[in-house]
């Protein structure tokens, strides 16, 4: 097991190379990521590289039993790449180049800017692939932009264009240019758009696959470089967890496992981290194996404003709740606070003066309790009876046309949009119930899996609903909401009633619906399992029941022929289908609970609110992990006489966590 810090020894003067070294060694870490900044260091002047300085590191690194993880360092380029080829910096819609002056600031369709990459990284393969401490590369730093409008990426998007669709009339007909009389005559009059809200649908949507594409195939030259060179080495990229700025499913294709950078700990208080755990769930969804940690919380982030410092316990919290998911491997960003720079508030293990306090001893004794998991853990991944579909086409597609009012206090981050958030009512609803989740592509094998649940899926190929109906009618369970299957891969609306081809399996159809004032709603009665008064927001189906049994109806007289959720047996499984969005999170907890009963799923434990419970097993061993993320301690019932690998003991009946206390019981 890998267990680490980011690292820059650039940052710091040589004569303490020795010292963070040796605390290193002594807080039990043996692994560091480095150098994903450090291009100009390497290469001061174009074609003239220097590696002895990162020799030396590496030397003093390796006495100590520590490896590294090298970046390519094209996130960031040197001032001498923009001064000498301006035409590499990225281009913002006004039609000015970018300032360089920050990172992420380059044109992927620049092939300057690509033969310079492609050169820094060949020569630090060709210098590092036999240093004996290196065991693997990070490509790049978080892709994810910028997103550049000059001539060249034009051109560019005008070439992908015509290679996705072949011919102008295929594209014609895909996009639906007879609106506003916008059919192209010639490949050359396809401008990149500007701005989101009032350009074509379908442009927009094939200008994020574009971009999304020129990053994939970014990085893709550097893997061809590392493979080619250093074929014993692995190679990864830090994703960013529920970020959709790129379609990670692409992006993972190339890598031998992903991983990604973790910061929950934000807001004024602590709170349940939900995001993380489905950010977790969704990176092992990426390959269908288990990631690594990247970066993570080692101390108060911030830029220009720092967040609240980690309260004790949660530093050792927060990694050990990405070992409940799948993590395998982890690394803290950063090993000290950076005395310079746009990121001098965000703080790592060590303060400014490098002095170790609070956060390294709970980082060390994290390491400690890991180590004495790692032979348990080896072979083991989360095994999931649930899917939940996380499709990157329908949330950019949303992100255009969000159908109905956001609700930015509902969640923060990259909850922060009505498709995210339609993931996370299920999501949190299953994290409450104790129940493992896989998040998948909607291209994925359903066949494993008892539920797909399929919230917003607003993209819906017809392959991919026959799919679906498939799954139900063998035997499984879907859950699906509204905004599904309202468009094609083009981004066109299709010309029949919804559900489309789901209809069938769900047992309605919807033939009106609607956008509701942010303030009001309509009430409705739940029935049977989903016994309640609520109150359906922002969106409404008018559906009627054409075979389905309601299980909820609306209180309102116009939409009392209407169901709000129902409930379709089909072949020999379910589908369920709610055509609204609930205020009450009851209401998720009820259904969620419905949903699993006819699946045959349930909770080894049923945990109390704030602590999670997450199952991890393979190779004939099966570890359950119990989180409390409340800084109060908490009562819960587990099976009896199992050994907890933490503290050594056998379970009663009922375990007490302490406050961000955590328990790993062998089953």
């Known amino acids: 097991m890998y267990i680490g810090v980011d690292y820059y020894p650039e940052h710091w003067p040589q004569d303490r190379w020795e010292t963070d070294a040796r605390l290193m060694r002594e807080a039990g870490l043996n692994v560091v990521r480095m150098a994903e900044f450090a291009w100009v260091d390497f290469e001061p002047q174009e074609g003239q590289f220097d590696f002895a300085w990162l020799d030396k590191a590496l030397n003093i690194l390796a006495r100590n039993g520590i490896s590294a993880i090298l970046g390519t360092p094209t996130a960031a380029m040197p001032a001498w790449v923009a001064h000498k080829y301006p035409e590499v910096m990225a281009m913002e819609t006004t039609g000015r180049r970018c300032t360089w002056g920050v990172r992420k600031n380059n044109c992927f369709s620049s092939q300057t800017y690509r033969r310079l990459s492609r050169a820094i990284v060949r020569a630090m393969a060709e210098h590092f692939a036999a240093t004996p401490n290196v065991i693997g590369w990070q490509t790049d730093n978080e892709f994810g932009g910028p997103t550049c409008f000059c001539d060249s990426c034009r051109e560019a998007f005008q070439s992908w264009l015509k290679g996705r669709y072949a011919d102008l009339d295929a594209l014609n007909r895909a996009w639906g240019t007879h609106f506003w009389g916008q059919k192209y005559g010639s490949w050359q009059e396809i401008q990149t758009p500007t701005d989101h809200g009032t350009y074509h649908p ?36 830090n994703l960013m967890g529920l970020c959709q700025e790129l379609n990670y499913y692409d992006l993972a294709r190339d890598l031998d496992f992903v991983s990604w950078d973790n910061y929950p700990v934000g807001g004024s208080q602590p709170d349940v981290p939900v995001y993380a755990s489905a950010a977790a769930d969704l990176m092992r969804g990426m390959k269908g194996k288990n990631f690594w940690i990247m970066e993570t919380t080692a101390g108060a982030a911030g830029w220009g404003i720092m967040g609240r410092n980690p309260r004790p316990g949660e530093i050792r919290k927060v990694a050990l709740q990405q070992t409940a998911h799948g993590c395998d491997n982890l690394l803290w960003f950063r090993w000290r606070t950076c005395t310079a720079g746009r990121e001098q508030y965000w703080h790592g293990l060590l303060g400014h003066d490098g002095v170790p306090r609070r956060r390294y001893h709970e980082a060390a004794q994290t390491a400690a309790e890991m180590r004495k998991l790692e032979a348990e853990l080896s072979g083991t991944t989360v095994r999931a009876e649930v899917a939940l579909i996380f499709d990157y086409e329908s949330s950019w597609a949303f992100s255009f046309q969000p159908a109905y009012p956001p609700k930015p206090t509902e969640w923060s981050g990259w909850w922060g949009q009505n498709y995210t958030h339609a993931i996370a009512r299920y999501y949190a609803a299953l994290f409450r119930a104790g129940v493992n989740v896989d998040m998948i592509p909607p291209t994925a094998d359903f066949s494993p899996y008892k539920v797909v649940i399929a919230p917003h899926l607003y993209i819906l190929p017809d392959q991919i609903a026959n799919r679906l109906k498939e799954f139900v009618a063998r035997g499984g369970v879907l859950l699906t909401d509204c905004r599904t299957a309202v468009k094609d891969e083009g981004g066109l609306c299709y010309d029949r009633p919804l559900p489309g081809l789901l209809a069938e399996p769900l047992g309605i159809r919807i033939d009106e619906y609607e956008s509701l004032p942010e303030i009001g709603g ?45 409930r379709n047996r089909y072949g020999l499984g379910w589908g369920y289908y709610a055509g609204v969005i609930v205020k009450e999170e009851t209401f998720y907890d009820k ?45 819960i019932r587990v099976p009896a006489g199992k050994l907890d690998l933490l503290r050594g003991t056998r379970s009663s009946g009922s375990l007490t966590l302490e406050p961000y206390g955590i328990a790993v019981l062998k089953l």
């Open 522 to 566: 309509y009430p409705f009665i739940g029935k049977a399992t989903i016994e309640g008064s609520y109150t359906a927001e922002r969106f409404v189906d008018w559906v009627t029941l054409e075979g389905a049994e309601a299980l909820a109806e609306f209180q309102p007289w116009h939409m009392r022929a209407f169901a709000p959720l129902s």
């Open 202 to 237: 379908s442009l927009l949507l094939d200008w994020k696959r574009f971009n999304s594409w020129q990053n994939v195939t970014f990085q893709a030259e550097q893997v061809r470089i590392l493979r080619e060179i250093c074929p014993q080495h692995f190679v990864t990229h």
């Open 591 to 635: 259904l969620l609970s419905d949903v699993l009963n006819k699946a045959g799923i349930s909770s080894l434990v049923h945990p109390p609110c704030g602590v999670e419970v997450s199952l991890r097993e393979g190779e004939g061993k099966r570890l359950l992990f119990l989180i409390n993320h409340l800084d109060s301690p908490q009562k």
